[in-house]
């Protein structure tokens, strides 16, 4: 059965970081697409990254470029996104979701992705 297990949200003051973990079993990178959404309160979810099921391409919501990172370490079977110069508007549950139907470049679309994660809260507060 495949899981997904966020890890790694907290209380950061405006310009910190933190370091998601997505870890997910019964299923491997290189069977589908994996994404980081996040909701905020009052708003829809949105993508915020995702990465190839064969790790060549990534993408990154606009409100996130040059702050966000994806990466993946198959050997321990978790994806990781890296937040930097975190915002107040960054404030939200973050999901991780897999996506075995996705092929080629990952996308954005929540109904693409099959398997979600129960979400870990990031808060922005100074």
């Known amino acids: 059965q495949l899981q997904l297990v966020e890890s790694g949200g907290g209380l950061v003051q405006p310009g910190g970081s933190l370091r998601l973990s997505c870890a997910h079993s019964g299923f491997t990178l290189a069977n589908g697409a994996i994404g980081w959404f996040r909701q905020a309160p009052g708003k829809e979810r949105e993508g915020v990254s995702c990465l190839s099921r064969d790790g060549d391409s990534t993408r990154y919501a606009d409100s996130v470029k040059g702050r966000f990172t994806i990466s993946r370490d198959s050997a321990k079977n978790t994806v990781y996104l890296q937040i930097n110069s975190l915002k107040l508007d960054d404030t939200a549950v973050y999901y991780c979701?897999?996506?075995?139907?996705?092929?080629?470049?990952?996308?954005?679309?929540?109904?693409?992705?099959?398997?979600w994660g129960q979400g870990t809260q990031v808060s922005v507060s100074s």
């Open positions: 979701a897999a996506g075995p139907r996705i092929y080629g470049l990952c996308t954005f679309g929540s109904d693409d992705y099959d398997y």
